[in-house]
């Protein structure tokens, strides 16, 4: 291919490794340079042809539901969040929002590890001087259990408007039952 590599399949030239490869895939650009002090000696610049995929704001968005009966809450949500913000495409993109919808159903029957049941506790600011409140996650599998999945997933998306956007896309219920058949969504195998 060129005189520099000769037989040998590698060969270095001050700090570059060169190797055989197809050409039209591979650019070579060969200057030649003359130092005063030393010989005649060739520096090969290259490139490689790199294809990025970066996509575009889809129009038509998968619907999937996750049942979250014995599901552990921070695993769930992790799941959860790459489907919203759409880490499991081969086509991710950090500033467009490539995610699908995601319904979750029985939200009520989460299940956390450890002492978390009785021991974890959201807080609530008002703004105002001794307006801290804070609420068991018990309290909360009670009187409101959708929200328990809903502040895991938050938690694990991004912080600004994009996220925002994708979390619009989380539906949960508390129960087997919701009312999004109409966009025929699939069950997700995690």
């Not at 467009?96 to 979750?104: E, N």
Request: contains cysteine.
């Amino acid at each position: 291919m060129l005189e520099i590599l000769g037989k040998n399949p590698f060969a270095c030239v001050g700090r570059y490794f060169f190797c055989e490869a197809d050409t039209e895939t591979l650019k070579i650009k060969v200057k030649k340079t003359l130092d005063e002090a030393e010989h005649k000696r060739k520096v090969i610049y290259f490139s490689l042809k790199m294809n990025t995929t970066i996509a575009k704001k889809e129009d038509k968005k998968q619907w999937y539901v996750v049942d979250a009966t014995d599901q552990v809450l921070g695993r769930l949500a992790v799941k959860i969040a790459n489907v919203l913000r759409g880490r499991n495409k081969p086509i991710y993109t950090p500033h467009v929002d490539c995610g699908d919808h995601v319904i979750v159903i029985n939200a009520e029957k989460v299940k956390v590890t450890g002492k978390k049941e009785e021991e974890k506790e959201y807080m609530f600011y008002s703004g105002y001087v001794g307006g801290e409140k804070y609420v068991k996650l018990s309290e909360f599998r009670a009187r409101r259990p959708e929200y328990l999945i809903e502040a895991a997933v938050r938690g694990m998306l991004p912080k600004n408007k994009l996220a925002r956007d994708m979390f619009m896309k989380l539906h949960v219920y508390a129960g087997a039952e919701h009312p999004h058949a109409a966009q025929q969504p699939k069950p997700f195998n995690f």
